[in-house]
């Protein structure tokens, strides 16, 4: 009885040291997919949308939060909360909004969960463009991939 539960406990063991491997390699595997948007319905700022995708279940298809994966753009509240932030963070906003008004179909590429749960996806329009390739060649975004923010848009 006592050699199975030495086994028992061993094999406890070897598991529990395998796990954290095993979480750690699915963490770093992101599954992404692919969106067309049926409707964009609010936005907040230059990297932030809302839309109704084009799926068939509302739950998950309806209002979601969308971040524009890559860029980071002037923020509308919170910031520096300078005039100069807010102003810059207007004008990426129209941007986004020119954007998605000049183009006939909205794509999302290469989507996962981020952080806050919302999507954070590459954003392209029915020309084939990318709305973190305009925002960072207007000077109104620059790349950004997670972590501590570097720009300081208030300068």
Same mark, same amino acid.
């Given at each position: 009885?006592?050699?199975?539960?030495?086994?028992?406990?061993?094999?406890?063991?070897?598991?529990?040291m395998a796990m954290p491997i095993q979480a750690k390699n699915a963490k770093a595997h992101k599954v992404t997919q692919n969106f067309e948007v049926?409707?964009? @319905?609010?936005i907040y700022d230059g990297d932030t949308?809302?839309?109704?995708?084009? %799926?068939?279940?509302?739950?998950? %298809?309806?209002?979601i939060?969308?971040?524009?994966?890559?860029?980071? @753009?002037?923020?509308?509240?919170?910031?520096?909360? @300078?005039? =100069?932030e807010k102003y810059l963070a207007r004008l990426a906003k129209r941007i986004t909004v020119n954007f998605v008004e000049n183009s006939e179909k909205i794509?999302?590429?290469d989507c996962f969960r981020g952080k806050y749960f919302r999507l954070v996806c =590459?954003?392209?329009?029915?020309?084939?463009?990318?709305?973190?390739?305009?925002?960072?060649?207007?000077?109104?975004a620059v790349p950004y991939f997670g972590g501590t923010k570097t720009m300081d848009w208030s300068k």
């Open positions: 009885m006592v050699k199975i539960a030495k086994k028992i406990l061993v094999m406890c063991i070897i598991l529990m049926q409707e964009v @319905t609010k949308i809302t839309a109704n995708l084009a %799926c068939s279940e509302p739950l998950f %298809c309806k209002k939060s969308i971040r524009v994966y890559g860029i980071d @753009t002037p923020e509308m509240h919170g910031g520096t909360n @300078t005039k =100069k794509y999302l590429d =590459k954003v392209r329009n029915d020309k084939g463009r990318y709305l973190e390739d305009v925002l960072i060649n207007s000077a109104l």
